[in-house]
């Protein structure tokens, strides 16, 4: 197991070095930049020129990246260019936000997806399994955007149950002690700031969510059909075991692998889902930094450490997904 | 087991109840009556973007103005709703004859928002601050100041001149002596840009105003300008809530000026324009910033209050004489003739827009009422065209589909028009779309790859060298890099005469001269930018500079 686990953190480290240098220049070759973004319609050739010299971009690229790397590994990724903000600490203020996002989705996701999808195979063929099955099919086919847009037309502008952007009631005074709202209106009891958070998380969440949901229902219900046919469920049948039992822990217990891999992956694909939720909501996360870093300010060194980052996400949760298969199945274990 | 299902239950509903509490509580805060404007509360206005910081000198646009403005003051500053020039800090100035030698007389009894007096002393440590600046970061991030000044006492950034700044003097409290080595035409109505802005030396010093370091590509600003930026506005820093895109402004009790009504005004970066607009309609912010024109006549229609801004700016299109079909007058003029600017401003500008025939507007000293106007005339635009042997000409026309300008806030409808016009007179027009920050301005502004473009600006402070001097006073790849010596002359000339009647007298002969002789670029319209606001806010003064002092706003409850 330890083996594994240092092949693979190798492999995340030359993955990463691969990805660092893509990006870095990938970012440079790209028309416009922060020169013409700092400069706006007053970039003069004089100005341009001193801005550009004075961000370091006037030297060969090789020598911008291998001056970049040095950084990287005393743990200094730079300042944003906007706002002069160590690149760290936009990152961290930002993070909890995704995280607490994509963890509301997850929860929806897993929460409903799990239960639905199981229901749905029992009951192949009923009522509830073909309206599951229409339902997944919307939550996949319709865009992000497009369903955060509704949401927020239908919920914030038609009915006003939900606000229409943003973490927190503006205005609204909170302590912030991990970065997670709801959480930290609980740990300071705040609970009005808490509920507040709540709030302004449940529309980014439901759009968050619809994809991983329809998809996990999906794999659970195809997943369960598949091991209520083995034999070996038929045999906990003839022996008389109780239904809890032959549910707990032959049918879901096996079914739950594939669901599992699934979940993993949706994990990663909730990151860039959260690209889309976040601009809709004006959330404040990742999603946003990158939206905003790439589109109005091409603000490098932001950018560089939050693919870097994603990347290591991605890379990481894979990790887990894999040994997560030791804890569920033994004969990987044995492997 | 019975028990742990019940307790999920509970905590499912519990969590329910909470998120449908909160949702309540919101919508009774909503639903408070309306009454008459009153003094107190909040304002809270939508920001797009983030201020870079609030250190006024160290910034350039107008997301970082917005908050700077409210808590710092000018020496000179703007009638309310106009750009015309009025006392601030300063209650009068004078200059000698040779406008090298600048006397301001200071209003007496200011404070510093840390209790400090404003004083001529304050006054000279901020010029002096400036001119003495360190470091190439430092220098770099100073645009305005090296646009005024030209240098410092010490250049390090490159692209620094020779400064214009010789000394500040304190002659007593309340009278300040600014020596220049030489005249400029932008003086006095630089002294009342924000980035000039007077601060408190105290917190200056303090803060480590000045240090301005470099990691890497990037600049990291000092806690004057991030957390401690005093000086001596209607309203004080409250702090930047990073994690909640918030900027909050406290009420200056001490202001000299008009006291600010509300209590606070929160500024909410909130970067992406629909979402602006629907915080707006649920009442979550009073207040947003350009909206698209398309927009306007149903935010009017719903009781918003879409204020027009006196239009301060202008749109162009840019005529790139590096084609050598283009450096001959008469296709210019030919182009000039072929659009039909009245139609454009009718069916596509914001309300309030009107065609343009000049670079720069009609309240601004030296603007000419009689330079050649170019009527909508395709017949003699195809004329002009077969006289000068370039019928069946091809243009490449660049222009961003993806930004919003004041003074242009729909560019992709504005080349339709335009390029329309062009093609009617025979002139076949290759539509070159590009990302403003992707393509549009390297290839533009920089490269001069285009043949037509468009392209515009909104005036800092009036005088006709910030219009008409910054297209064409000197070489532009935007406008072929032409030596047009006579043109470079003529306006340099022009902002170094120092008598009012000189100046303008030159200014109006510049503008007409740019109309019949040289016609580098085709002015197409002046549009307002509007500002709108929920019906309860009361006492906003518009500006045409986009420099809106909130102390006036009131919001009733």
Redesign the interface.
Known sequence: MLRVIVRRLLQLVVTLIALSALIFIWLRNLPGGPVEALLGERATPERRALLTKALGYDQPILVQYGKFMQRVLTGDFGNSIRTGDPVTEVISRAFPATIELAVAAMIIAVGLGVPLGYLAARWRGRSLDNLTIAGTLLGISIPIFFLGYLLKDVFTQNIHWFPPSGRLTTGLDNTSVTGFFVLDGLLTREFDASADALWHLILPAITLATIPLAVIVRITRASVLDVLNEDYVRTAEAKGLRHRTIRGRHILRNALLPVVTTIGLQTGALLSGAVLTEKVYNWGGLGTLITDSISGGRDYPVLQAIILLAALVFVVVNLLVDLSYAFIDPRVRVR | MQARRLKTAVAIAA?AA??V???G???SE?DGGSGEAKTGG?F?FAGA?????FDPIFN??GESFRPVRQMFDTLVSHKPGTAELQGGLAESWEHDPDGKVWTFKLRQGVKFHDGTPFNAAAVCFNFDRWYNMKG??AQ?QM?YYMDTFGGFAKNE????GESIYNKCEAKDDGTAVLTLNKYKGAFPGAFALTSLSIASPEALKKYDANTVT????????SAF??EHPVGTGPFTFGGWD?????I?LNRNPDYFGEKAKVD?M?I?I???E??RK??L??G??QGIDFPAPADRKALEGEGFQVINRPAFNILYLGINQKNPKLKDLRVRQAIAYALNRQQLVQTKGPGGAKVADEFMPDTVLGYAPDVQKYEYNPEKAKQLLKEAGAEGLTLNFYYPPDVS?PYMPNPQEIFTVLANDLQAVGIKVNGTP??????F???V??FGKHDLHI???TGDYNDPGNFVGTFFGRG??EFGDQAMTEMFDAIAKADATVDDAGKKAAWEQVNKDIAAKWLPAVPVWHAPPAIVVTKDVKGLVASPLTDERFNTVSVSK
């Open positions: 969590v909470l998120a509490g909160a949702a509580c919101a919508e909503r909040t809270i973007g983030d201020p870079k910081n350039d646009d190439a970061a770099s645009i950034a490159e692209g620094a470099q990691s890497g590509d990037s600049f990291s600003y300008a991030n990073k994690a909640k895109n918030e909050t606070k929160i909410k909130i970067k992406d629909s979402t629907q915080e309609r649920a979550t912010v300008r590009r990302p403003w920050n992707g393509g301005k390297d290839d502004q920089q392209l515009g600006w532009k790849a």
